[in-house]
Nanobody
Framework: QVQLVESGGGLVQPGGSLRVSCTTSGIIFSIYTMGWYRQAPGKQRELVAA???????NYADSVKGRFTISRDNAKKTVYLQMNTLKPEDTAVYYC???????????WGKGTLVTVSL
């Protein structure tokens, strides 16, 4: 059974930092591209950052220079370090594992990040 479990969300003040994690089981983690997505109230889910099996990273323009995605294949975990957080970063953050159009994607249930005074 495939499971992706996010953790580390919470309430943080503007300008603060937070690291969210996604621990997986039931997949060969090292061969998957791992992504972080977010969905704010009333908005569509959007890609925040992704890291390929080879360690290539891409980021949404809105988080470049502030967020860093990383992975630990031994722990089957992907991380998102979020710095200089803004109120507009408030959203539910979801983890996704994907290999390509011929393979099934897997999603976690999300973790809520709230940036507010």
């Amino acid at each position: 059974q495939v499971q992706l479990v996010e953790s580390g969300g919470g309430l943080v003040q503007p300008g603060g930092s937070l690291r969210v994690s996604c621990t997986t089981s039931g997949i060969i983690f090292s061969i998957y591209t791992m992504g972080w997505y977010r969905q704010a109230p009333g908005k569509q889910r959007e890609l925040v950052a992704a890291i390929s099996s080879l360690g290539l990273r891409n980021y949404a323009d809105s988080v470049k220079g502030r967020f860093t995605i990383s992975r630990d294949n031994a722990k089957k975990t992907v991380y998102l370090q979020m710095n200089t957080l803004k109120p507009e970063d408030t959203a539910v953050y979801y983890c996704k594992a994907e290999r390509g159009p011929r393979d099934m994607d897997y999603w976690g249930k999300g973790t809520l990040v709230t940036v507010s005074l």
